[in-house]
């Protein structure tokens, strides 16, 4: 009998109920509640834009022993039955009396027992999608059940990645690496920047993306002052910098990284600058390793500009990428989540090249036992002149 699955087979989705289930255990959790698009998708392979629609809330349940059971729309029946969960409770939604309610309530006392505590990932990066009203109503209904914040549960398993996952992401980064390619193909002097974003786009998608979630740019004399303003009508000029950035997926999972090119000429100030992010993101690809923590990758990055005259740009200098744009760990001082082989990141320095005006380099990489392996294809050494 063929395996019924979306995305990966079924053993994947298991094995991370799996894992959520030890951790559950470990910080007696009775059951787990899952909200947000990433986190059904990541337990579940149930991949659908309509989650853009903010009209419905969806649920997904794993208690600490056997399969999870999904609470959701009667909408989504169909694509949810595609999945692994073979357990589907519907309701009609939207409905503005109980949109849900009752039924998630229901299930979550069936699922975990009186005085027991449900899992609820509540710490930074996560969120809750449903209404706050319908969440106290949900806290009302199950009696002595309490909720309890379950972010480690989730994020510990979430950002560690299987080969089956990074094989997607490489995929992924692939195309983003064959669209960077063809930037000299549409975007030069004279040309807007909206117009380079559209192109942009639709060249990703022609490449093989199913989806472009996110592109983000700029383009101004010598560097740019921001990398996440909307694309403006400015025609581009000799002298300027365009830097593109891209959020492509395939099957779920995304790439984050960008490139930077000069229009017409490039001064010695912005091929300076450019070749310190470079050399700056060639030392973090030698020396970081498992066993650091995310706060050694800004240290990295940040000494490995100065140490070649360039000042840093303030925030972090990197994060976490999976199944969606950005995840945890925040490369910044204060961060001191232990890297873990199997974690895959983004290396994202930025340095300052006069006032108002930065440069940003970033790629994605994978870190092995050994260290490093680029996921992204290696931006070029020296500044692309279109």
């Not at 100065?306 to 001082?333: C, I, Y």
Request: with cysteine.
């Amino acid at each position: 009998m063929p395996d019924r699955s979306l995305i990966f087979p079924s053993d994947e989705f298991r094995g991370r109920i799996a894992q959520f289930q030890a951790r559950m255990a470990a910080a007696r959790l009775d059951a787990l509640l899952l909200t947000s698009p990433a986190d059904i998708f990541y337990a579940t392979g149930f991949l659908t834009r309509f989650w853009e629609s903010p009209a419905r809330p969806w649920f997904l349940i794993a208690p600490t022993k056997g399969e999870p059971v999904a609470v959701i729309p009667s909408i989504g029946a169909d694509l949810m039955s595609r999945t692994w969960i073979d357990d589907i409770r519907t309701w009609d939604a939207p409905n503005p009396n109980d949109d849900g309610v009752t039924l998630l309530a229901d299930t979550l006392c069936g699922l975990c027992p009186s005085g027991g505590r449900i899992g609820l990932p509540m710490g930074l990066e996560t969120h809750l999608r449903m209404p706050l009203a319908d969440y106290e109503r949900v806290g009302e209904a199950i009696g002595d059940r309490t909720f309890a914040d379950a972010t480690d549960c989730v994020q510990r398993v979430r950002e560690i990645k299987s080969e089956a996952e990074i094989e997607k992401m490489r995929a992924t980064c692939i195309i983003a690496g064959n669209t960077f390619d063809r930037v000299p193909e549409f975007a030069g002097a004279g040309q807007t920047l909206d117009a380079a974003f559209r192109a942009f786009q639709m060249v990703c998608l022609a490449e093989g993306a199913d989806w472009v979630s996110y592109v983000a740019g700029a383009a101004g004399p010598d560097g740019y002052g921001d990398v996440i303003s909307p694309a403006d009508t400015r025609p581009m000029q000799d002298g300027d910098i365009l830097m593109l950035d891209t959020g492509a997926t395939k099957d779920g999972y995304f790439c984050d990284f960008d490139r930077n090119y000069a229009i017409g000429i490039a001064s010695d100030a912005a091929r300076k600058c450019y070749d310190a992010l470079w050399q700056a993101t060639d030392d973090a690809l030698r020396d970081l390793r498992p066993g650091h923590r995310s706060s050694d990758i800004h240290k990295m990055l940040s000494d490995g500009l100065r140490q070649r005259g360039a000042e840093p740009v303030r925030g972090r200098l990197g994060h976490g990428l999976g199944v969606t744009l950005t995840e945890w760990p925040s490369a910044t001082p204060l961060d001191d989540t232990e890297l873990r082989a199997g974690m895959v990141l983004t290396l994202e320095p930025g340095a300052i090249i006069g006032p108002g005006r930065m440069m940003v380099h970033e790629e994605n990489i994978l870190l092995r036992e050994d260290g490093p392996e680029l996921l992204s294809p290696r931006a070029a050494p020296e500044l692309p002149i279109l």
